[in-house]
């Protein structure tokens, strides 16, 4: 088998973080997995480094070093096409990041001998429709927010799934989570944990003026078209939490499974269920 050549992408600026970095770089140099490091990353450690683009032309798998929102963000920057992404958590929780630091022996052995898993994950597509053009299109892994942003008066939001009109969401936003992304903001607005390979989207509202307003599960074969109510606020929308982009009455924000997965590199064994025990420290008692 020929050596493995890995990117490495890096929360550089954590506490600890250049530590783990040269750490790392030697535990895969052993294993005789190649390593080439993006610039910001190497530049940490005194290297020369490389850009995203060319990295991702070359390398046959990332490693991310850092939590959730590091990897979250080189999904953003390697969009619209993905390698496989391996993530080492080295943040506070991390769902995505399922290897664990500061010892890196586990993943590059996993990564050396094969004994790991590649999820294939749905990806969201978000589009703004104004004046019957597309404006706006990114995709996110997680989640797609439409919110209030910095006001402190609630959106009126009218969502429409497929052809079919739900209701006037009354709020301070709405989050149309993946599968992945339930156990991200969407969990914390109050929606369901969802095994990644359910099929489905969460619509979840954000602290809804009418109580009686709940998360709604529907198909990722659905399509989710937002439209803001009143023509005089804006809504902000925001993707896996980047910045946002603001968008009015009439235009139209669409949500759907994007036409690409992101394949995330977990360990073999790890089932979803063991990651909820370990992640929100479940026990089965009550301390």
């Not at 995203?52 to 390697?78: N, Q």
């Not at 804006?234 to 669409?254: H, M, N, R, W, Y």
Request: aromatic fraction near 6%; charge should be neutral.
């Amino acid at each position: 088998m020929s050596p493995l050549n890995l990117g490495i992408y890096a929360h550089w600026r954590k506490p600890g973080a250049i530590e783990s970095l040269l750490a790392l770089d030697q535990v895969f140099r052993r294993e005789n997995i190649r390593v080439r490091l993006e610039t910001e990353t190497a530049e940490a450690i005194g290297r020369t480094g490389e850009s995203l683009v060319d990295l991702k032309k070359g390398v046959d798998a990332f490693v991310v070093l850092g939590g959730d929102g590091t990897l979250l963000r080189l999904v953003r920057d390697l969009s619209p096409q993905f390698k496989p992404i391996m993530g080492i958590n080295f943040g506070s929780l991390g769902f995505l990041t399922c290897f664990g630091g500061p010892d890196f022996s586990a993943a590059a052995k996993a990564l050396a001998t094969g004994e790991y898993r590649v999820d294939e994950r749905t990806m969201l597509e978000a589009t703004i429709e104004r004046n019957g053009t597309v404006s706006y299109r990114a995709m996110g892994l997680n989640d797609v927010v439409a919110s209030r942003g910095e006001r402190s008066r609630l959106v009126q939001l009218d969502v429409t799934i497929d052809s079919t009109y739900l209701t006037q969401y009354n709020a301070d936003g709405l989050i149309i989570a993946t599968a992945t992304g339930s156990t991200a903001y969407s969990l914390s607005a109050g929606g369901p944990i969802v095994t990644p390979d359910a099929g489905v989207f969460v619509v979840s509202p954000i602290c809804p003026h009418v109580l009686t307003n709940r998360s709604v599960v529907v198909s990722n074969r659905s399509v989710i078209h937002i439209q803001p109510a009143r023509s005089d606020q804006p809504v902000s929308l925001s993707i896996d939490g980047q910045e946002p982009v603001q968008f009015f009455a009439p235009d139209t924000l669409t949500v759907r499974a994007a036409g690409v997965t992101l394949p995330l590199i977990l360990p073999k064994n790890l089932s979803f269920a063991d990651i909820l025990r370990l992640k929100l420290s479940w026990s089965g008692t009550a301390i």
